[in-house]
């Protein structure tokens, strides 16, 4: 069996510092954020994406949109990581004058290839971004992350109609799917299932898998790069708020940061391992 | 007199566009024939993109595009376009400021027949509103096809409202300049701004009021948004009492702008003409101009009424 120890261990790292970003800023979004790492990690780490930190916009990069916009502190922890920009610049995470925006800002901070928050508008422009590369001839994917309570969005079906009519195979839409969205349980506020069948009615080849689990996320991503028929859907199973046992699965933690006692209490479980 | 629609000088300048700048791609939502970007389609099939009946992701799709180099023109009708599309012409357009240019076809209630669903009313106000979002409102064909072959140069948003009604042509200049308001009748009684299909309507109500004795000023702001102040007030210290008129509820509109101008820096009374908070319904076009006093009777009554007043 292949290691993935180090990606783990970048992995507890990102979200040491997602708490950490969190706290100081003392606003954010905790759960949705930690869910979202492992998929951030196999993609910028694990050898999927093809970036350069020195040049963010090489015209042959694989783009990133973070559809789930509320997310970005794991996505600005991750770029920071990757070198695109000091890893001290986290700490001014939501202050005034700071390029690390409460939503992701394409103008403001390098290795953002799209502005996203208002959901739904990150999928629809991946759409657009990799219909381009077919107009100017170019071999970049374009990986959407996107929520689970994201998909209530009309738009994104939209979009998804769009990626399979224009056969986007270029584009890789990886769903965190952790259960849970501000008012409760998705499943219980407005039923997105069945997903799987779904994607598939819109024409996605379409993969359920553990997102927590690197095996999973690195093979599944690997084939779906090969897909040249049509746009790829990875539904991962993630659990909100992963890595911090008294945030896991607790919607409570969707937009609020950890208290100081909160914060040293994770950093502990981090440091320990689960 | 020649009379045409400005929605026919968009499909022509768009194939003028797609033979000068290979990054140029048309986007419609199943309107094609209707806002004319089908004569793009037409030449350039593989840069044409219909998106089916699905504005807000068209809109969208356009962004990505955008991001990515291409110069996107966005089509369909304006109650879609700047209504349903709204909220994505708003953070995916705007806040990014991506050169991506919307055309709303199908303006106002000249529309006619299709009735109050179909007519915007609201459009100018609302893609006003938006920061980095121009507004163009050609006055007619000609000016239309110039608006459109200029905007492939102003690397910000920008929203260009067409009419499917034909209109007279009336425009002689050979470039069209953001921001810039043009006089098309000098005068020292009055001066009456006007955008679009109003703009012919305006110099008409002006030789009406000539007759009685009315010195009218005659200014085509077509661009809304940059506002020429300079002309406009330039042209409201020599009057002293200026006129609006649009096929556009007077709330946000060319009136509102041309007030917000004066009442900051020269302040005189204004009246503004348009369509007084109500939607339209269906009718010829000819018969909803009547019914709403865009006529050059009305007009002409209105104006009188307010010099006199």
Redesign the interface.
């Known amino acids: 069996m292949e290691d993935f120890g180090e990606l783990e261990r970048i992995a507890r790292e990102l979200r040491k510092d997602v708490l950490v970003m969190l706290n100081k800023a003392k606003s954010g979004h905790s759960g949705g954020s930690l869910s979202v790492v492992d998929i951030l990690v196999a993609l910028y780490f694990g050898g999927i994406m093809n970036y350069d930190p020195k040049n963010p916009s090489w ?1 042959d990069r694989d783009r990133l949109v973070l559809s789930k916009g509320h997310a970005c502190p794991a996505l600005y922890a991750t770029l920071a990581k990757a070198g695109f920009f000091e890893r001290e610049l986290l700490w001014t995470l939501r202050r005034l004058g700071s390029p690390l925006q409460g939503h992701p ?3 403001k901070l390098p290795g953002i ?3 996203t ?2 959901l ?2 990150g ?11 077919r ?2 001839h170019k071999r970049y994917k374009v990986f959407c992350i996107m929520g689970d309570g994201e998909l209530q969005e ?2 994104t079906w ?2 998804f ?2 990626a399979s ?2 056969k986007l195979s270029n584009l890789i839409v990886i769903v965190d799917f952790n259960g849970l969205q501000i008012d409760g349980r998705v499943m219980d506020i407005m039923n997105i299932s069945p997903l799987k069948e779904k994607f598939e009615a819109f024409g996605f080849r379409t993969y359920e898998i553990g997102g927590h689990v690197y095996k999973n996320l690195i093979d599944t991503l690997t084939t779906a790069k090969r897909n040249v028929i049509s746009p790829t859907a990875i539904i991962a199973r993630t659990v909100k708020g992963y890595g911090v046992s008294f945030m896991a699965n607790k919607v409570e933690y969707h937009g609020v940061p950890p208290s100081n006692q909160e914060l040293e209490r994770a950093l502990k479980e981090l440091d320990n391992g689960i | 007199m020649e009379f045409k629609a400005t929605r026919e000088a968009y499909g022509k300048a768009l194939v003028e566009l797609g033979k000068k700048d290979d990054r140029v791609v048309v986007l419609d939502a199943d309107l094609s024939g209707s806002t004319k970007s089908k004569e793009f389609q037409k030449q350039f099939s593989n840069r044409f993109f219909n998106m089916g009946i699905a504005e807000a992701n068209m809109v969208g799709v356009a962004a990505g595009m955008a991001l990515n180099g291409l110069k996107p023109y966005v089509s369909s009708f304006a109650v879609f376009i700047t209504g349903r599309a709204f909220e994505i012409v708003r953070q995916s357009i705007c806040y990014q400021n991506l050169h991506v240019v919307l055309c709303g076809s199908h303006s106002g209630i000249s529309v006619g027949e299709d009735g109050g669903s179909h007519q915007s009313i609201a459009d100018i106000a609302l893609m006003r509103s938006l920061p980095n979002m121009k507004v163009i409102v050609p006055a007619d064909y000609n000016e239309a096809y110039l608006a459109v072959l200029e905007s492939v140069n102003i690397e910000s948003p920008v929203y260009i409202r067409t009419s499917r009604a034909k209109s007279p042509i009336i425009i002689k200049k050979d470039k069209f300049a953001l921001g810039r308001a043009d006089v098309l009748r000098e005068g020292k009684s009055v001066t009456v701004v006007a955008c679009g299909m109003m703009v012919s309507l305006a110099l008409d109500t002006a030789e009406l009021l000539e007759k009685e004795g009315i010195d009218s000023e005659v200014i085509n702001v077509s661009s809304i948004k940059p506002i020429d102040r300079d002309t406009i007030i330039k042209s409201a210290k020599k009057t002293s009492r200026v006129v609006t008129i649009e096929e556009h509820t007077v709330i946000g509109g060319l009136g509102s702008a041309v007030s917000e101008v004066l009442t900051e820096e020269y302040p005189v009374k204004v009246l503004k003409i348009g369509i007084e908070d109500v939607f339209g319904e269906s009718g010829t076009k000819d018969d909803l101009f009547c019914k709403f006093g865009f006529t050059k009777d009305a007009l002409a009554e209105r104006i009188k009424e307010f010099l006199n007043g």
């Open positions: 015209e800002d394409s103008k290839d799209a502005s928050g208002s739904g508008n999928i629809t422009q991946a759409v657009g971004i990799a219909l381009a590369a107009v100017l009309g738009i939209e979009a109609m769009a009519h224009y």
